[in-house]
């Protein structure tokens, strides 16, 4: 008995369930990184609405970044007087479970079979 197996087609199978684990698994930081930044803007504190204004998400590969760009951000952050100080921290802090479940289902729908 003979078994031919064909390891140019697994490994270009391969290669193409790695390249695509790569493009889920950016898609699922930027989902938690949005996530956090929703969670952010329901506590930021508002005055005029120009601090939560600038709130972003940048997501480069692997990293994403949450980041408020007023000139102020930090200053409005760190103030214990503030109306909600460390309203990018404690959101972060307070809700790890519920970042790991956006990345995990991100993943669950971003994975593709390699056949499909």
């Known amino acids: 008995m003979n078994i031919i197996w064909n390891t140019l087609d697994f ?3 391969m290669n193409k369930l790695v390249s695509n684990i790569e493009v889920a698994a950016s898609k699922a930081v930027d989902a938690a990184g949005n996530k956090l930044l929703d969670l952010s803007q329901a506590v930021v504190p508002v005055i005029t609405g120009n601090l939560k204004s600038t709130g972003k998400v940048d997501t480069q590969e692997l990293t994403t970044e949450v980041s408020y ?5 930090v200053k409005v952050h760190e103030n214990p007087n503030s ?6 921290e404690e959101p972060l802090k307070g809700n790890v ?3 790991l479940k956006v990345i995990s ?6 994975i ?3 056949n499909q």
Do not use: C, R
């Not at 760009?69 to 951000?73: E, R």
């Not at 109306?83 to 990018?88: A, R, V």
């Open 11 to 13: 490994a270009t199978k």
């Open 69 to 73: 760009d007023a000139n102020y951000a």
């Open 83 to 88: 109306s909600h100080p460390k309203y990018l």
């Open 97 to 99: 479970n519920t970042f």
């Open 105 to 110: 289902q991100t993943l669950k729908e971003e």
């Open 112 to 114: 593709k079979w390699v």
